[in-house]
């Protein structure tokens, strides 16, 4: 994994989420130092535009990457040079140099080589690299230096495709290997000193924010279903407004083969699109097209998602308030605490996360700014700031997806309830169960019930009583027991 890093500015017509189509010929446009020339305007059948595709092949570059952090660190160099030892180029390969292009954070370094998987192997042990042949049936070994972990994986073609375990032939061929992946923005590739390989015209695709299936969108669809959530979660991270109209119509045709996919699988998809600048858009182009309801039907509350993403991203500078993917989902959800623990086993959640997406979607603690300040602090105590952080936002989302327009004195209370909830220090209550045994009360569950009423009182004085008042509370509710 390599350590994220701030994403490159882009400029603002081809920020992540803007709703205007970018395009190239605005003054300043370099996608992130992607040079590019030669751009002029066609339309596109559907009335959006296209640019005119440049003639590439994968023996030319057609593009430069400044240096990254990532490229140039010494553990990557090293094994690029280790790779590189019988003279034959390995190149980055894919998501890295997509999201370089774009100016997103590298979280994974794939890297592509036309060395042969055993020779790989050789390579790696002779430069006393570690290597994990995690799919070298595929061609893909996992070198490891240091905390760094690169996928180093041989060229290859599909000989059969059956889902994510194609029958593959090793290759040579950058430009066949680039004919089997999913989407022409995945096809560019990246030599050490930056020089961008685009057989595809991916570049283009990418600077007109188009996401585009390598081929016929259904045929590759069909070769792996999981191609159609990743369809829509490019969507939403890379897209403009204008869709690729017959993989709308590919993506609707084969929804039903959704439920092949591993619930890991679709989870994890379902979460990279919440993770996105505006995931509401993408959402609800997925339940337009009949595709939401065979993966997240119980999404019906798409306004209060897009609140809750404004509010976490643009409305508010408040440090606590960052992007979170479970409050995103939960913002989708309505009330009811039984589909939502059937929805958590059928993603198969984590317990922590199970237990905080049931606190959020099935809380019965109305918080909002006519709730008293006792009653503020009660529900900090019993849930704790993070839980009641959480509500809050998602209350002020559900209250802003109503009436969009609040006066500035009813943003100051709610901004001063997060205020509330981020000074919260949590009270420790002063008595324990062995302060009623030693009163007299026999161990057993009388003890947490007579612990639990002193607590209840104590809340609802504000935390103020001290440790002799609870104990005379205690000897009194004891006393009544007898």
Same mark, same amino acid.
């Given at each position: 994994?390599?350590?994220?890093? @701030?994403?490159?500015?882009?400029?603002?017509?081809?920020?992540?989420?803007?709703?205007?189509?970018?395009?190239?010929?605005?003054?300043?446009?370099?996608?992130?130092?992607?040079?590019?020339?030669?751009?002029?305007?066609?339309?596109?059948?559907?009335?959006?535009?296209?640019?005119?595709?440049?003639?590439?092949?994968?023996?030319? @570059?057609?593009?430069?990457?400044?240096?990254?952090?990532?490229?140039?660190?010494?553990?990557?160099?090293?094994?690029?040079?280790?790779?590189?030892?019988?003279?034959?180029?390995?190149?980055?390969?894919?998501?890295?140099?997509?999201?370089?292009?774009?100016?997103?954070?590298?979280?994974?370094?794939?890297?592509?080589?036309?060395?042969?998987?055993?020779?790989?192997?050789?390579?790696l042990q002779v430069a006393n690299i570690k290597a994990i042949p995690t799919g070298i049936e595929h061609g893909t070994i996992t070198a490891v230096i240091d905390d760094w972990h690169y996928e180093v994986t041989t060229l290859r073609i599909d000989v059969e495709s059956h889902g994510r375990h194609a029958t593959v032939a090793f290759s040579d061929d950058w430009? %066949?290997?680039?004919?089997?992946?999913?989407?022409?923005?995945?096809?560019?590739?990246?030599?050490?000193?930056?020089?961008?390989?685009?057989?595809?015209?991916?570049?283009?695709?990418?600077?007109?924010?188009?996401?585009?299936?390598?081929?016929?969108?259904?045929?590759?669809?069909?070769?792996?279903?999981?191609?159609?959530?990743?369809?829509?979660?490019?969507?939403?991270?890379?897209?403009?407004?204008?869709?690729?109209?017959?993989?709308?119509?590919?993506?609707?045709?084969?929804?039903?083969?959704?439920?092949?996919?591993?619930?890991?699988?679709?989870?994890?998809?379902?979460?990279?699109?919440?993770?996105?600048?505006?995931?509401?858009?993408?959402?609800?182009?997925?339940?337009?097209?009949?595709?939401?309801?065979?993966?997240?039907?119980?999404?019906?509350?798409?306004?209060?998602?897009?609140?809750?993403?404004?509010?976490?991203?643009?409305?508010?500078?408040?440090?606590?308030?960052?992007?979170?993917?479970?409050?995103?989902?939960? %913002?989708?959800?309505?009330?009811?605490?039984?589909?939502?623990?059937?929805?958590?086993?059928?993603?198969?959640?984590?317990?922590?996360?199970?237990?905080?997406?049931?606190?959020?979607?099935?809380?019965?603690?109305?918080?909002?700014?006519?709730?008293?300040?006792?009653?503020?602090?009660?529900?900090?105590?019993?849930?704790?700031?993070?839980?009641?952080?959480?509500?809050?936002?998602?209350?002020?989302?559900?209250?802003?997806?109503?009436?969009?327009?609040?006066?500035?004195?009813?943003?100051?209370?709610?901004?001063?309830?997060?205020?509330?909830?981020?000074?919260?220090?949590?009270?420790?209550?002063?008595?324990?169960?062995?302060?009623?045994?030693?009163?007299?009360?026999?161990?057993? @569950?009388?003890?947490?019930?007579?612990?639990?009423?002193?607590?209840?009182?104590?809340?609802?004085?504000?935390?103020?009583?001290?440790?002799?008042?609870?104990?005379?509370?205690?000897?009194?509710?004891?006393?009544?027991?007898?």
């Amino acid at each position: 994994m390599v350590p994220a890093r @701030p994403g490159w500015p882009v400029p603002d017509g081809c920020r992540p989420g803007h709703r205007r189509h970018h395009r190239r010929h605005e003054p300043g446009w370099s996608l992130s130092g992607a040079i590019r020339q030669g751009w002029r305007d066609r339309a596109r059948p559907d009335g959006s535009h296209e640019g005119v595709r440049f003639v590439s092949t994968a023996l030319q @570059p057609t593009g430069k990457l400044p240096p990254q952090p990532w490229m140039t660190a010494p553990q990557t160099v090293a094994l690029i040079k280790a790779l590189q030892a019988d003279g034959k180029e390995a190149r980055f390969i894919g998501g890295c140099v997509r999201n370089a292009v774009f100016g997103l954070p590298v979280t994974d370094i794939d890297i592509a080589t036309p060395e042969r998987p055993e020779r790989v192997l050789e390579l790696l042990q002779v430069a006393n690299i570690k290597a994990i042949p995690t799919g070298i049936e595929h061609g893909t070994i996992t070198a490891v230096i240091d905390d760094w972990h690169y996928e180093v994986t041989t060229l290859r073609i599909d000989v059969e495709s059956h889902g994510r375990h194609a029958t593959v032939a090793f290759s040579d061929d950058w430009r %066949a290997d680039a004919m089997r992946r999913d989407f022409t923005i995945n096809t560019l590739s990246c030599n050490l000193e930056g020089d961008i390989y685009d057989p595809l015209t991916g570049l283009d695709d990418l600077g007109q924010r188009w996401v585009r299936f390598v081929g016929l969108a259904r045929e590759r669809i069909e070769e792996d279903v999981l191609r159609l959530l990743r369809f829509f979660r490019f969507q939403a991270t890379f897209a403009g407004t204008t869709v690729d109209r017959e993989a709308l119509a590919a993506c609707r045709l084969l929804a039903p083969r959704l439920k092949e996919l591993s619930a890991e699988r679709v989870r994890s998809e379902l979460f990279k699109i919440l993770e996105a600048p505006n995931p509401a858009d993408t959402l609800g182009l997925m339940k337009g097209e009949r595709v939401l309801e065979h993966v997240l039907p119980e999404a019906e509350n798409l306004g209060r998602l897009r609140m809750i993403c404004w509010l976490e991203t643009t409305a508010i500078k408040v440090p606590s308030v960052r992007p979170d993917t479970l409050r995103r989902l939960a %913002a989708t959800l309505a009330s009811d605490p039984s589909g939502h623990q059937a929805l958590a086993a059928r993603l198969r959640l984590s317990n922590e996360q199970t237990v905080r997406l049931s606190t959020m979607t099935s809380s019965t603690l109305a918080i909002n700014p006519e709730t008293d300040l006792p009653a503020r602090r009660k529900a900090l105590y019993q849930l704790g700031a993070d839980n009641v952080r959480d509500l809050l936002l998602l209350n002020w989302a559900e209250e802003m997806s109503i009436e969009p327009r609040h006066s500035p004195q009813r943003t100051e209370a709610w901004l001063a309830l997060l205020e509330t909830a981020d000074n919260w220090t949590h009270p420790v209550f002063p008595i324990t169960g062995d302060d009623a045994i030693t009163l007299g009360l026999e161990q057993g @569950p009388g003890v947490g019930d007579v612990l639990g009423a002193v607590e209840d009182w104590w809340c609802e004085g504000d935390f103020k009583a001290d440790r002799n008042q609870c104990m005379e509370r205690l000897k009194k509710i004891i006393g009544e027991m007898t």
